[in-house]
């Protein structure tokens, strides 16, 4: 079975902090997309993020990166400098590469930036 | 295009009743799949579509539900007999086929069920 665990149901930063989320996953796989999405309070989920499993080098968006760890399973979020505006639910989810007809997603962390 | 649009944005509905709900994917992507979203949890997957043909169906998805997409554009997610435990936000989701090569997957604002 394919799993995506996500540990920290809740977390709280000062704006202009940089905060980690965690994020392992389990699959028989050797070829995955990894993701992170981000659902803001009563608007739509969005894509923050996306690392090809083939791929070492770890991706980068702005202030958004990931520390992806193949062999660990591992893939985490790490976001500088937050802003009020980060303020969300945030899902790490996966695809398989080979049949990407749906993603499975974690439970998401809720993510609240203070002023 | 404004991205993918469902309607109603909320629903509360007698147990019993019969719900249908539709979704609008962007224009042109040939993909679109159906996810429910309970509180606490992410979304999990419910069916998906390539063009108007439902390629896959989740477990999670019971007699009691029918998904549809005639003529591969809109689609229509219906829930007879509603339950309590199907109180839920449904997403709905679009892309295009991109082959080998993966596209991003863009999500509606959900439907809220309430099923008193």
């Known amino acids: 079975a394919q799993t995506v665990t996500q540990s920290q149901p809740e977390m709280s930063v000062q704006e202009a902090e940089t905060v980690t989320l965690s994020c392992t996953y389990d699959t028989s796989e050797n070829n995955y997309y990894l993701f992170w999405y981000k659902q803001p309070p009563s608007r739509q989920m969005i894509l923050v993020i996306r690392?090809?499993?083939?791929?070492?080098q770890n991706a980068t968006e702005n202030r958004f990166s990931v520390n992806f760890q193949k062999a660990a399973k591992s893939f985490s979020l790490k976001i500088s400098d937050s802003l009020l505006g980060d303020t969300a639910m945030y899902f790490c989810?996966?695809?398989?590469?080979?049949?990407?007809?749906?993603?499975?997603f974690g439970k998401g962390t809720r993510l609240h930036i203070l002023p | 295009d404004t991205g993918v649009s469902q309607d109603p944005r909320h629903k509360i509905t007698k147990r019993g009743q019969n719900v249908t709900f539709r979704c609008d994917p962007i224009?042109?992507?040939?993909?679109l799949y159906w996810y429910r979203q309970t509180l606490g949890q992410g979304p999990e997957f419910l069916t998906y579509?390539?063009?108007?043909?439902?390629?896959?169906k989740s477990r999670l998805l019971s007699d009691r539900f029918s998904a549809e997409r005639p003529k591969g554009s809109f689609s229509t997610l219906e829930i007879q007999r509603t339950e309590q435990g199907d109180s839920a936000m449904y997403l709905c989701a679009s892309s295009l086929d991109g082959h080998r090569f993966y596209t991003e997957a863009f999500f509606g604002q959900g439907t809220r069920l309430t099923v008193v």
């Open positions: 579509f390539q063009n108007e043909a439902q390629l896959e």
């Open positions: 224009s042109e992507h040939n993909r």
């Open positions: 989810a996966f695809t398989p590469r080979n049949r990407d007809d749906k993603i499975i």
């Open positions: 690392q090809e499993a083939y791929k070492q």
